[in-house]
């Protein structure tokens, strides 16, 4: 039943949705927050699952596995990219990423988040801005690259307005972020990329939650 649930999650707003849940048993189970679904029929909003994931980190930590394990499924993550994934199957990515970032921003506007909530945050975001866009990958693989940067960025800098990050997060937001303006910085299809990136250690940075990393020095003075 859990699995069921994962595979389906990024659906949650179709009608397919709420028919597995209702045939699920939620009792005695975290899912027990959608037994209003089952009862109506209804598929249940984003906002349900932004306010259950106010209560309980369990939410946030499933949305990143499930975004993690898509994303790996499509093979963007390989050094060798997977290139026979269809549009259909892209699609799902697109749609994973999209959720997983909305129910995150969403929540980071509304609450301080506890060492425990960014764990998979943490993961999914680095993972993200450290991923290489290969000259092998399709368009379609290309664009949810650099869509998962963006993503990135907007999760990390949305966290930071209420949260202040410990030591070791700083370090690693900084370095990841190092490596991804590296990365795109001399790729002009990249540029709209690199204005993110660039925007997000800005507000890390007034913040003082950013740890100057060498990379971001030679792209800042770079001629």
């Not at 597995?20 to 209804?42: A, M, N, Y």
């Not at 990423?97 to 945050?121: G, H, P, Q, W, Y």
Request: proline residues 3%; charged residues 20%.
């Amino acid at each position: 039943m859990d699995a069921l649930l994962r595979a389906f999650l990024v659906v949650h707003d179709t009608k397919i949705f709420a028919k597995i849940v209702h045939l699920c048993r939620l009792e005695d189970t975290p899912w027990v927050f959608l037994v209003g679904v089952k009862e109506s029929g209804v598929p249940p909003p984003r906002s349900l699952f932004v306010h259950q994931a106010m209560k309980s980190p369990w939410i946030l930590d499933t949305v990143c596995d499930i975004t993690s394990r898509i994303l790996s499924l499509l093979g963007i993550k390989k050094s060798s990219p997977k290139n026979n994934v269809s549009s259909v199957e892209m699609e799902t990515g697109f749609r994973a990423l999209a959720f997983t970032t909305a129910v995150i921003v969403e929540v980071a506007n509304k609450s301080v988040f506890r060492e425990d909530m960014l764990r998979n945050i943490c993961l999914l975001v680095i993972e993200g801005l450290k991923s290489k866009i290969r000259s092998q990958h399709s368009s379609l693989q290309k664009k949810l690259l650099a869509d998962w940067k963006v993503s990135s960025c907007v999760v990390i800098s949305q966290i930071s307005v209420r949260t202040q990050f410990g030591d070791s997060i700083i370090k690693a937001f900084s370095k990841a972020l190092g490596v991804a303006i590296a990365m795109v910085a001399d790729d002009s299809n990249m540029s709209d990329v690199l204005d993110t990136l660039l925007t997000t250690a800005s507000i890390l940075a007034q913040g003082g939650q950013l740890l100057v990393d060498q990379n971001l020095l030679n792209v800042l003075f770079s001629e």
